[in-house]
């Protein structure tokens, strides 16, 4: 039962984050909608932060996404050097919305 205000999907595969303003790897997608995601991060993000993100969608296009996005939490993840982060995307182009809400709410035969 999903009680979220947006639906989300976790993502398959190893999906890498990459932080726009370093053009470094942050981390890799964990589960994603249209108004933020779960990210496995690799390195520190800082709690209450804003970053600009890119990633590429698991779908035919294959192009990037670039979001604005606020780190509204993060915990210690099992693995050493790793956290769950919880964000929050901010000014995302009309595009880029329709693409995120089209791969949510498709049927991904899970």
Do not use: K
Not at 94 to 103: E, G, S, V
Request: net charge negative; charged share 20%.
């Amino acid at each position: 039962h999903e009680s979220r205000r947006m639906p989300r999907r976790t993502v398959p595969g190893l999906i890498e984050v990459v932080d726009c303003m370093t053009e470094a790897p942050v981390g890799h997608l964990g589960n994603l909608s249209a108004g933020g995601m779960l990210l496995i991060a690799g390195t520190p993000l800082s709690e209450d932060a804003l970053y600009q993100l890119r990633f590429t969608l698991p779908d035919q296009d294959g192009s990037e996404l670039e979001v604005g996005a606020h780190v509204l939490w993060r915990d210690a993840a099992s693995a050493p050097g790793q956290s769950w982060v919880g964000l929050r995307f901010l000014g995302v182009s009309p595009t880029c919305m329709q693409r995120l809400t089209a791969w949510v709410e498709a049927d991904h035969g899970d």
